[in-house]
């Protein structure tokens, strides 16, 4: 089945340990977004790739670090710099590129960080 | 940039009553406005959605309408259903670039 693939489900870190969540579409969408949600906060933009090999900084990109070397993946650490880094974290991916900015987001099931 | 706000963040209506949640953003070249709606513990789904050369669109019975001008866009759900609770979202996108920002969402409940 087509979709996109985020783990672990649940992770748990102590302090000043980086972390890093997966993220795997097989839906051959362009891009790809990174988005935290916490509680009355809503979902807000990490980081953000449109293409393979780049990648722009969303609302929250403090503390946070992406790479994106294949299409169908886009991983996301979770450094010790992120103050506040206990949230539910989503992927998502959209299948028009750079050209069109416009269409449907797919998300994953989510991956709950917890910081011990 | 675009910055967009929702309204309640929580509500309440009887089965059956019709339930209406308000978005508004801030930047005028913003033209396109999903509605995604999130059950727990699962990633949101995309509901409906409104490009900004039309003020309306409706399916079934969810419809979405949009002032350009105002510059807000709400979604109307009518004839609840108790399969209608769950979290629901608004957001905006504009051809600045391909940021997608989301308001902060709206807990509706369905009262039997």
């Known amino acids: 089945d087509g979709g996109i693939t985020q783990s672990p489900k649940y992770l748990f870190r102590k302090e000043g340990q980086n972390v890093t969540l997966s993220c795997e579409q097989n839906l051959n969408h362009d891009a790809m977004y990174w988005y935290r949600q916490d509680p009355g906060q809503g979902l807000r933009l990490i980081y953000y790739?449109?293409?393979?090999?780049?990648?722009q900084k969303g609302d929250i990109a403090e503390g946070y670090s992406v790479s994106r070397e294949k299409k169908e993946s886009f991983p996301l650490t979770v450094t010790s710099a992120q103050k506040n880094p206990t949230a539910f974290y989503l992927c998502?991916?959209?299948?028009?590129?750079?050209?069109?900015?416009?269409?449907?987001?797919?998300f994953g099931e989510g991956s709950r960080l917890t910081v011990l | 940039g675009e910055n967009v706000e929702q309204h309640p963040s929580t509500l309440s209506v009887q089965e059956g009553d019709s339930a209406v949640i308000k978005c508004t953003y801030s930047d005028s070249a913003s033209n396109y406005f999903p509605w995604y709606k999130q059950e727990l513990g699962k990633g949101p789904q995309l509901i409906i959605d409104i490009r900004s050369n039309v003020g309306e669109k409706k399916d079934q019975r969810i419809a979405v309408t949009l002032n350009k001008t105002a510059k807000h866009f709400s979604l109307h759900i009518t004839e609840t259903q108790p399969e209608d609770s769950a979290v629901y979202f608004c957001a905006a996108t504009s051809p600045r670039d391909d940021k997608i920002i989301f308001g902060k969402g709206t807990r509706l409940h369905i009262l039997p």
């Open positions: 790739s449109q293409i393979v090999n780049d990648f």
């Open positions: 998502a991916s959209k299948g028009q590129g750079k050209a069109a900015n416009t269409g449907e987001l797919f």
